[in-house]
């Protein structure tokens, strides 16, 4: 009896995605230079702040205000140019950060809702006497720049680059393997969260260096600037140590961030952030500024440090399958 005729699975039918990678990379690259042009903003409106209360202009807090507008336009411009070759490693990257948007978006909604909630006092604590209407024009952008930023613009982003057409074309377009090729997609994700952390608190010294929590206490002087250094290298461990899915790196981080962030909420829990702010050397026209967030009472820091602590231990539990424990030796094992 003749063997039935095999059947040859049809090859799935790829659109070529080339038009929508220029697109979002040209978006990106305007993004990029929208965030690049609000550095010097930043800038006069940190000067035009401090001759407001009289109060001497922090450098340490220029500098860190352009740190964040900076890394954003340079990466934003480079991942633009990446989508428009159409590079692997842009379309994973993006891919990365469109679902880290979408999560920073779920949590920004609340902080927004409290933000509203006390936008009326805290205009006034800052001089500003608003009408009814003006605020609530003022509230209705919030909410419609927060929705478009961080629920709008992350979602299309993801929704396009996860499609297996555009994964195929920048496959076709760009065939050499490339770094994020080598490691899954869940743990670049934290990879980058670690390098652009590490990098953000190198920036953020110059304005916390001074003061570190640990413990339900403030460490301050030359000891916090060692541990904050600490903290930065540990950072970049991480970051290396996932990329290589090195299962100790992934075990010594999850505990580490564990042990800091409880430390962490029981250090706010006993200390008021204000106090902190005064200690690492906020001046009192910041710290009153400061103030009017709804975010500095009752312990409401502490609080979603917490909820962060639990959302980033329930990732970093995800992410175990992606790390293989070493086998113990037969030596040992006998």
């Known amino acids: 009896m003749d063997a039935p005729p095999l059947i040859a699975t049809p090859t799935p ?10 697109f979002f990379g040209v978006m990106g690259i305007l993004f990029g230079c929208f965030f690049l042009l609000s550095a010097p903003a930043a800038v ?44 692997r490693w842009a379309r994973a990257i993006l891919l990365c950060l469109g679902w880290m948007g979408l999560c920073m978006g779920a949590a920004s909604f609340p902080i927004v809702i409290m933000t509203l909630g006390s936008l009326e006092d805290m205009l006034r ?6 009408a009814p209407v003006v605020l609530t ?33 920048c496959e076709k377009l760009d065939p050499v393997e490339r770094w994020t090729d080598r490691c899954p997609l869940p743990v670049i994700a934290i990879c980058l969260l670690q390098a652009y952390g590490a990098f953000s608190m190198l920036a953020m010294m110059a304005q916390f260096g001074a003061a570190f929590p640990l413990a339900g206490f403030v460490v301050t002087g030359w000891p916090s600037w060692m541990l904050w250094l600490g903290f930065v290298g540990f950072s970049l461990y991480a970051a290396w140590g996932f990329y290589h899915l090195r299962y100790r790196a992934w075990l010594i981080y999850t505990a580490g961030v564990m042990l800091l962030g409880i430390s962490s909420v029981v250090t706010f829990l006993r200390i008021d952030l204000l ?12 710290i009153n500024q400061i103030a009017a967030s709804p975010l500095v009472r009752g312990h409401m820091m502490a609080w979603l440090s917490l909820v962060g602590i639990i959302v980033l231990g329930g990732y970093l539990a995800f992410l175990r ?7 113990p030796s037969p030596d040992a094992a006998g």
């Open 13 to 22: 039918a790829y659109k070529d995605r080339r038009a929508g990678l220029i």
């Open 44 to 87: 006069i409106g940190q000067i035009a702040a401090a001759k407001k209360a009289q109060s001497e202009l922090s450098t340490a807090l220029v500098l860190t205000s352009l740190f964040t507008p900076a890394m954003l336009a340079a990466g934003l411009i480079w991942l633009g140019i990446g989508s428009i070759k159409a590079r």
């Open 125 to 130: 604590q800052q001089g500003q006497d608003v």
């Open 137 to 169: 024009i003022t509230k209705v952008v919030m909410v419609a720049t927060t929705t478009v930023l961080y629920v709008v613009i992350p979602a299309a982003v993801v929704l396009f680059y996860r499609s297996p057409h555009v994964k195929h074309t």
């Open 275 to 286: 106090d902190y702010y005064r200690m690492s050397g906020f001046s009192e026209w910041q």
């Open 321 to 327: 399958r992606y790390f293989v424990a070493p086998s």
